[in-house]
């Protein structure tokens, strides 16, 4: 019997210091507000990391764009067996004069080209992979948004249920005060049976609710965790009990934010983009019909030589230094199908971009009236917890007084948890309502 009670000692003392220092691991997780949050998932969110390297190749394009600016010089040299050199004086089918030449050849030599002209095809090419390059940092704005959009979303799900566990947690103290009150009663014969069989089964009911609740909060965190770029199962404690600052989300009316974004939408600017390019794309093609212009120079060493006569057995050097002009005669039919071409893809463009005003259009207004929709919503749930809190009172007062139904206090108190519950939605409706839309209208 003694060693039972050691034994018993010993585990509850073990539980203790298990339930001590996992106490202090969370207590020692860094709290993170959603702006910090924020500034983790801009570094190692791994979309943004993928849009950074889209960005890093675009700007290596703009480079190598510039580097076909440069002349073109390349320096060469061979080594060669001759064979006989044979002169046909009289026709093919005549004695041959066998000229004397070594039985071997070297030469070496450069040659450099340097382009002139080219319609401004290589310049044009140049602001066309800028534009490129702009537009792929449109897309990485665009991608930054929708990141921090669904961190938002992330967090503010997690913020909810974490209310809602804080709700549950005090609405199964105060039931089980309640159990024992009932119990109380029935023992005294003032209640019947019935009536702690409801508040058991409403109890259970609630513990169920509860360990729902803590299986979301454990899937919100893995994925707030994902968007941050961290382990799955890394530790995150989030400012859950700070309340939603929502003074500054009424400012500005449905105009305004149209206005803005069609300064500072990514999207809008991406449609436009294409357009720039399009057109770009449309000179370049009409650029085939204009003639190329380029300075050349060569110069070669040849041994022997035995490329004009008097043939020699020497060394010898010869270069040219001028400018050729090209001009393709074929492009003036080939390219009119292109040019066409070139042309509808540019309507498209512009087609496109006008489709993307009207969605900008929708997509605001949308997002308006849901933050309107939200702000409606949590005065109507603030109204709803002072009326439903007063009537969980008077009808408690009253049970206990043998004058209302534990049916009528149960239902009550339902309602009560319920408005709380709405309350904390609509609260982070209105946060994440005005988030998208400062998303959409790009200054997020």
């Not at 991608?143 to 804080?166: R, T």
């Not at 961290?230 to 009990?241: F, G, S, V, W």
């Not at 770009?280 to 204009?290: P, R, S, T, W």
């Not at 040219?320 to 893809?345: C, E, P, R």
């Amino acid at each position: 019997m003694k060693q039972y009670r050691t034994v018993r000692i010993l585990g509850i003392l073990l539980a203790l210091f298990v339930q001590s220092l996992y106490a202090q691991h969370i207590e020692n997780a860094r709290v993170l507000s959603l702006e910090e949050i924020w500034k983790v998932a801009e570094t190692n969110n791994r979309q943004l990391k993928l849009s950074d390297l889209h960005l890093q190749e675009s700007n290596l394009e703009i480079l190598e764009a510039k580097d076909r600016l440069l002349p073109e010089l390349s320096v060469g040299g061979d080594a060669k067996l001759n064979s006989k050199f044979l002169i046909y004086d009289n026709g093919l089918f005549s004695s041959p004069q066998d000229v004397p030449v070594k039985g071997y050849g070297y030469g070496v030599g450069y040659n450099l080209n340097v382009n002139l002209y080219n319609g401004g095809k290589d310049k044009r090419n140049i602001a066309m992979k800028k534009e490129e390059a702009v537009r792929i940092q449109y897309e990485v704005d665009l991608q930054k948004h929708s990141v921090k959009y669904n961190v938002a979303a992330a967090y503010f799900y997690l913020y909810k249920f974490l209310h809602f566990h804080d709700f549950l947690d005090a609405e199964i103290d105060a039931e089980k005060k309640q159990l024992a009150l009932v119990e109380s009663l029935h023992k005294n014969g003032t209640v019947l049976k019935s009536d702690v069989l409801r508040t058991s089964v409403k109890l259970a009911q609630l513990e169920l609710s509860l360990s729902d609740v803590t299986k979301k909060i454990e899937i919100a965190k893995q994925r707030l965790n994902i968007l941050m770029g961290r382990e799955n199962d890394a530790e995150l404690a989030i400012k859950y009990q700070d309340t939603i600052e929502l003074s500054a989300i009424t400012e500005g009316d449905y105009e305004d934010y149209v206005d803005i974004a069609f300064n500072k939408s990514p999207e809008y600017k991406i449609a436009y983009s294409a357009v720039k390019l399009s057109e770009m794309n449309i000179k370049q093609v009409k650029a085939m019909l204009l003639p190329k212009v380029s300075l050349y120079s060569t110069y070669n060493y040849t041994y022997p030589q035995i490329s004009f006569y008097p043939y020699s057995n020497d060394l010898w050097g010869f270069g040219q230094t001028g400018v050729k002009v090209q001009f393709s005669i074929d492009n003036l039919y080939k390219s009119k199908h292109s040019i066409a071409h070139a042309q509808v893809v540019s309507n498209e463009a512009r087609e496109k971009a006008n489709i993307k005003k009207d969605e900008i259009y929708l997509q605001v207004k949308e997002a308006y009236l849901q933050r309107q929709q939200a702000l409606e919503s949590m005065e109507t749930a603030e109204q709803n917890i002072i009326k439903t809190a007063e009537t969980v009172r008077v009808i408690r007062s009253s049970y206990i007084n043998q004058e209302s139904l534990l049916t009528d206090l149960l239902e009550a108190e339902n309602a009560l948890l319920e408005a709380k519950f709405n309350l904390t939605t609509a609260q982070t409706n209105v946060k994440l309502a005005h988030i998208r839309l400062l998303a959409i209208i790009g200054i997020l």
